[in-house]
C-alpha cells in the first residue's frame, strides 16, 4: 500500500494524463448535441473535490464516493465530497472543508498526496481541482442530509474491470449522447466525476503494470 502512495505522491508532481483521460469519459453527442467545452471562461467558479482513499479490512484500497441530496447543484448523481472554493482557500483547503461539512471526515486525519488535472463544467461554470487525499482507515462517516443522501466506497480494483463500464445512449437535454459510466451503484457513476476518476485510474493502471 505504501508504494502505491510513494508512487501517486512522484507521479502527481509530474505530467498528467489530462484532457485525454478526461474526455473518455465524456458524454458523447449522438445527433446534433453539444460537444462538451474543456476550456473556462476568465470568468470562472474555482471548486475542488477530495479523491479520498483508505484500506480495507483486505489491505485493498477503496475510494470514497458520495450520491448528492436531490434538492441540490447535481442532485441524485454520484460525486466526490466537494465543493465551491472561499475567499482565499487553496484547492486542498477547499477539498478538505468541504469533506468535514458533507461526510465528516476531519483534515487532520487527511494525508494530501496531490492533485489532478482541473476539469471544467460548464453546467455550473466551475473549475474543478481533483485532490488525492489518503485515510489509514475506513473514517466514520457523518453524512450532512442536506448535501449527501448516502456515502459509499468501492474497491479501486473493481472499477478496472470492464465488467463494471456500460455504455447507453440517454437524452439529455433535447438530445441523444452516448454516456459511459461506470455500474457500481443502482446510481451511475458518470459525467465530470466519471471524467476525474478515469484520469485517476490511468494513473493506477501506470502503478499495476509497473509492477508486473
Known sequence: MQDLLDFLEQRLSQNLPGKKAQIEMAPEPVDGGDIREMEP???VNKSSVLILL?????DEMELVLTLRSHDIDHGGQISFPGGRAEKG????QTALREAKEEIG???????IIGELSELYVSHSNNLVTPVVGFINKRPDFITNPAEVEEVFAVELKSLLHKKNITVEDWDLQSYTYRVPYWDVHQVPL???TAMMLNEFLDLYREFINKKS
Open 54 to 58: 483508505f484500506p480495507n479490512e483486505d
Open 190 to 192: 458518470w459525467g465530470a
Open 105 to 111: 471526515v476531519l483534515p487532520d486525519t487527511v494525508t
Open 89 to 92: 482557500e487553496s484547492p486542498h
Open 41 to 43: 471562461p476568465p470568468e
